[in-house]
């Protein structure tokens, strides 16, 4: 097997020995298998599937070159993130010093598709069948440039490797000397009918417009081209001498609109932090979505996202609209129960939706705009509710109240990790003022605050400045929860914010409602002491 063995791995001696058994025991199965397959009652002599430790391994197994898997490890550990590892190796490749390739062209295609691999881990069939070829073809005035061929199995590489694929391709064709690609108005035209009868057809997460299209067209200085992948023609510029197919080409639509489109603030980073030439029309796409301050020392506002209920199927229940007032409130941070892609509510919640989020149930949130799956969690806050005598209380535990209540107000928070928007490149939209922020100012007030993030030296903290309130007070108070008095008392005398527990939504009330309230409070309103709550 390539790769690095179990005596490479940093374990204990007894996890060392499972592993090896692990390994003999798998190596006994491809023999029985291999032993099956020599019968040749199967269309191959030998199993396909090759043995492969890690990603390196995945990698130069399934698309080589021989001897890449080391270089990979190396970049890995050096750069870290694998989208520059796949660029770097994809120049080391092209540079043609330790690998030999007969044409410029076989360069370009074992680079692209290294690097694409890379991309999806070395698990997907993308870099064999999404990438159909790598031309070099020519432009009018007679320069080259790189004609790049996607097919339908492209789409497993998801929007952030088929615009990858596109500027690894621009990289590397630097490195060999091609030029850029120039787009003759036909190819333009073309695409600009292409792409939404592609839509009509097939499921394509966004339409870029047709001034979009132009856009790119114009601009990308790699060619994407592909291979008709639908039974659908185009009706207008047919028979192009650079377009092979008067058919719908999936490939390349699929590049352009999930890819390019979606993706340009992810690819934009690495265009910016590489100092690429010739990619300034990504900010077009980078920016989209964001409304500019009137006043540019504030920061921009981020619009409501209507994508996630775009194409909801009939039937299915949506629980809020976009930014709408009473839907969750955003929490930052990850539950124990919770793995990626997944989000956490409260358990009441779901017990107040009739069950119908329960553990693992699939949903669409408006950000980070990705799909992911419900899981509880009891430490964040459970929804707002009127009850029938007219109460509104913040709940927990519903089991007990159900029958009492006449109306959700707020659906409570949901807990989603930091980590889950950087990884699809999204906007941080605001968080509701939680304990943690609280703290944390408190602690600053006092000279406590942490100077470093590890989950002891926060908990320490919180101790630290527990005992120190309770000491300057003379008595108790739960910092994490404390009564309206306590929260009210340390406001005033700290000179920090009330207690996330006594702040409430009063911006989520126009002005003249409030103007309402304290009218009525004060006609028939009646004051209680803690001790009647």
Not at 313 to 335: D, E, M, N, T, W
Request: proline letters at 6%.
């Amino acid at each position: 097997m390539d790769g690095e063995t179990s005596r490479d791995i940093a374990a204990s001696p007894s996890m060392r020995a499972y592993f090896a058994q692990l390994q003999q025991e798998i190596d006994a199965c491809y023999t029985l298998a291999n032993s099956a397959r020599r019968k040749g009652c199967d269309p191959e002599l030998t199993v396909e599937i090759p043995q492969a430790l890690d990603l390196a391994a995945r990698v130069e197994q399934l698309v080589g070159p021989k001897g890449i898997a080391p270089k990979i490890r190396v970049a890995t550990q050096k750069i870290g993130n694998r989208e520059l590892v796949s660029l770097e190796i994809s120049r080391m490749i092209a540079d043609r010093k330790t690998y030999h390739f007969d044409t410029i062209e076989q360069a370009l295609d074992q680079a692209i598709r290294t690097g694409l691999a890379i991309l999806t881990e070395g698990v997907l069939v993308a870099p064999l069948e999404g990438i159909a070829e790598v031309r070099v073809g020519r432009n009018n005035d007679g320069t080259n440039y790189v004609d790049l061929y996607f097919s339908g199995p492209i789409r497993s590489a998801g929007g952030t490797g088929q615009a990858m694929s596109v500027l690894i391709a621009d990289v590397v064709r630097r490195d060999l000397g091609i030029g850029r690609y120039i787009a003759t108005q036909g190819e333009i035209e073309r695409l600009k009918e292409e792409i939404p009868l592609y839509k009509r057809v097939q499921h394509l997460q966004y339409l870029p417009s047709v001034d979009e299209i132009d856009l790119i067209m114009k601009n990308c200085p790699i060619c994407i081209n592909g291979e008709g992948t639908e039974d659908e023609e185009v009706a207008g510029y047919r028979d192009l001498p650079r377009v092979g197919t008067n058919r719908l080409r999936g490939g390349a639509c699929l590049v352009i609109a999930e890819g390019l489109c979606l993706k340009a603030p992810k690819i934009n980073k690495h265009i910016k932090k590489l100092k690429l030439p010739g990619w300034e029309f990504l900010e077009h796409f980078a920016t989209k979505g964001v409304e500019p301050s009137k006043d540019s020392k504030e920061i921009p506002a981020i619009p409501p996202s209507y994508k996630y209920i775009g194409e909801v199927i009939a039937g299915r229940p949506v629980l809020s609209h976009p930014s709408r007032k009473g839907g969750f409130r955003l929490r930052y941070g990850r539950a124990r129960t919770a793995g990626l892609a997944s989000t956490a509510i409260n358990p009441a919640t779901m017990f107040l939706l009739d069950s119908f989020i329960t553990v693992g149930t699939q949903m669409k949130t408006e950000r980070p705009g990705k799909g992911t799956i419900g899981t509880p969690c009891d430490q964040i806050e459970g929804p707002i509710v009127l009850l029938l005598n007219g109460d509104l209380v913040q709940i927990n535990d519903v089991k007990y109240i159900r029958n009492d209540i006449k109306k959700i107000i707020d659906l409570g928070e949901i807990l989603i990790p930091y980590g889950e928007f950087i990884e699809n490149n999204s906007f941080l939209p605001d968080s509701s003022y939680v304990y943690e922020w609280w703290i944390q100012e408190l602690q600053t007030k006092e000279g406590y605050l942490p100077k470093n993030t590890t989950p002891a030296e926060i908990i320490t903290a919180e101790q630290t400045l527990q005992h120190v309130i309770d000491d300057k007070i003379g008595r108790h108070i739960d910092l994490r929860n404390p009564t309206p008095t306590d929260a009210f008392l340390l406001a005033e005398q700290y000179q920090v914010p009330l207690h996330p527990s006594s702040n409430l939504f009063w911006h989520d009330l126009p002005v003249t409602d409030h103007q309402k309230l304290i009218a009525s409070i004060k006609e028939q309103g009646t004051l209680l002491t803690e001790e009647h709550l």
